[in-house]
C-alpha cells in the first residue's frame, strides 16, 4: 500500500535499515530522540507498542508510528534468551559467545527469531508477526546481517544467516515476515473491499457510490473498487500473495468528509477473525486503520 508516511521509532540502525527496505513506497522517518524509555513489557507485542507510544509523545499523535521488538528464543534454554535479547549480553561476539557457552555439548540446538511490528496510526492501530524458525550452529560464521546472525541457521538451510546475507534476510527474515504482515494486514483487506466481496445492502451501496463520486481521486479509487457484492468465500491474489476469506463489508459517512469502511473477516488459513475499519478521507487516501482481532470460532 502505497503514501504512508511513518516515523520508525528503533534504536537500531540495523534494523531502521531493515526495515525501510521492507516497506516499500512508505516513507519512513527514523526518530531522532534522547531519554528512550527502558524496555519493560512483558511480550514483544508491548515493548514494540511502547516504542511507537515514545514516538507519538516525542512527535505528537496526528503521525503514524512504527515500533518494532524482537528476539531470539532458544528451545533448549526455555525460550531464552527471547525478549530479553538485547540485554543478554552486548550485542554481537560477546552474545554470541555467552550463547554458544550456555549451548556448549547441547545437542538440541533448535530456536526461532520472532518480530512484531505495531503501526500506530492517529485511530488505531495495525500489527504484523514473524517468525524464523532454525538451530544454532557449533560456531560463528559470516559477516552480513547482526546480533545473532553469524550462529543461526535457518530451517531447509546449512549457512548462517550472516553467511546467506542481507539480501536473504530482506526475502525471508522474520522481519521480513513480519512486514509483509503488516502489509497484508493494510492493504490485504483494502483489496477484498475492491473486490467487492461481501454482502452490501441497497443503501451502503447508494452511501459508497456518493461518497466515491465525490471528486477526481475519489472517482479513480471508486474505479480500482468496483464495489458490487461478491460471493463467499473469495480467493484473491494480491501480488503473489494469496488471500483467502470470507468477510462483510460495511460503508458509512460518519462526517462529511470522511467514510468509514468496516470490514469483517474470517480468514481461512489462520485461525482467526478480524474487524477493520478503515477510516477514508473524501480524496481517497486511508487516514487511519483500526483492527479488532478475535480468536475464530472453531469450524
Ligand atoms: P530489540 O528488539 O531492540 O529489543 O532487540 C532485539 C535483539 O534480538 C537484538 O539486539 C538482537 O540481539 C536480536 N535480534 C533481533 N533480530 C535479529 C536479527 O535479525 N538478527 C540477529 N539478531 C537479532
Redesign the pocket.
Known sequence: MDGIRATLC???A??AR?LERLLPGWTIEPLHAENWPE?TGAT?VE??RAKAVFGREVLGPDRTYIG?????EVAALGGR?G?E????AP?GAP?IAKLLAELDRVDERAAR???ELVCLMPHGEVRGSGT?AGYIAEESRGAE?????PV?VPEGEERT?AELGDGW?QRH???ARAARALLAALGGALVLVAAGCGGMDRDTKKVLHAFFAGGPVARALGERFPHKPGTLPCVLHDKGVKLQATCATDISLVQPARAVVTLTEAWTHGAKAHTWFFFIRRDGTVQSVIQEGAPAPKP
Open positions: 528503533s534504536r537500531n540495523h534494523k531493515e524496555e514483544y515493548n514494540a518494532e521488538d524482537s528476539g531470539l534468551p525478549i535479547s538485547a540485554r543478554y550485542e552474545a527469531y520472532v518480530s524464523l546481517g547482526f546480533g545473532y546472525d543461526f544467516v534476510k527474515s522474520h522481519r
